[in-house]
């Protein structure tokens, strides 16, 4: 079976969309998928915008430019209202519902509300956020198998912070907790 799924994940400088985005890409190499993967930079790093694309699939990829995604991560609200209309309908979106209101999501797309913050500052971090955020996505999408995910965590952080590592698959497993909930 083909498999094919594209995301941009979006918010501001800081909030972690590099680094989500760039396991969510290891991960797919690990999976022995094929995988682009785009930074975008706003005119500053922490605190301006920040977006990037990732795209999973299992036949070559003719480019890795997405104009109508099928995903979408929104980490703050200007990132929902910049891609949520450029969406395919049916897509997916996941919202962090800490920073962006839920009852602003397209009735077109399939959204599902992850209180990213919250969640995270319960597991002892509030930086984690983003994790939590790439749980729900990969648990609503299939993209990758979360296992695989958590496993490539040891790609993308250094191994200086290595004893973050728990804590980061903890976030992530709780996001997909939080969408399993929810597709129940």
């Known amino acids: 079976m083909s498999?094919?799924?594209d995301v941009i994940i979006a918010g501001f400088g800081?909030?972690?969309v590099m680094l989500i985005g760039n396991l969510l890409a290891y991960a797919g190499m690990e999976a022995g998928l094929e995988v682009t993967?785009?930074?975008v930079y706003g005119p500053e790093m922490r605190g301006g915008t920040a977006n990037c694309t990732v795209?999973?699939?299992s036949e070559d990829i003719g480019s890795p430019i997405i104009q109508r995604p099928k995903s979408l991560i929104a980490m703050n609200q200007p990132s929902m209202d910049k891609f949520q209309p450029r969406m395919q309908d049916g897509g997916i979106q996941i919202i962090n519902s800490s920073?962006?209101?839920p009852a602003l999501a397209d009735p077109r797309v399939i959204t599902y509300s992850?209180?990213?913050n919250e969640i995270a500052d319960g597991i002892g971090?509030?930086?984690m956020a983003n994790m939590v955020a790439l749980g729900a996505y990969v648990q609503a999408t299939g993209a990758v198998p979360l296992d695989?995910?958590?496993k490539s965590l040891t790609s993308v952080i250094s191994s200086h912070y290595s004893h973050l590592i728990p804590k980061n698959a903890d976030a992530l497993q709780a996001g997909a907790d939080h969408v399993a909930a929810q597709m129940r």
Do not use: E, M
């Open 3 to 5: 498999l094919y799924q």
């Open 55 to 57: 795209v999973i699939s």
């Open 99 to 101: 920073l962006v209101d």
């Open 114 to 116: 992850v209180p990213a």
């Open 14 to 16: 800081g909030q972690g």
């Open 37 to 39: 993967y785009i930074p």
């Open 125 to 127: 971090n509030t930086r």
């Open 148 to 150: 695989v995910v958590k």
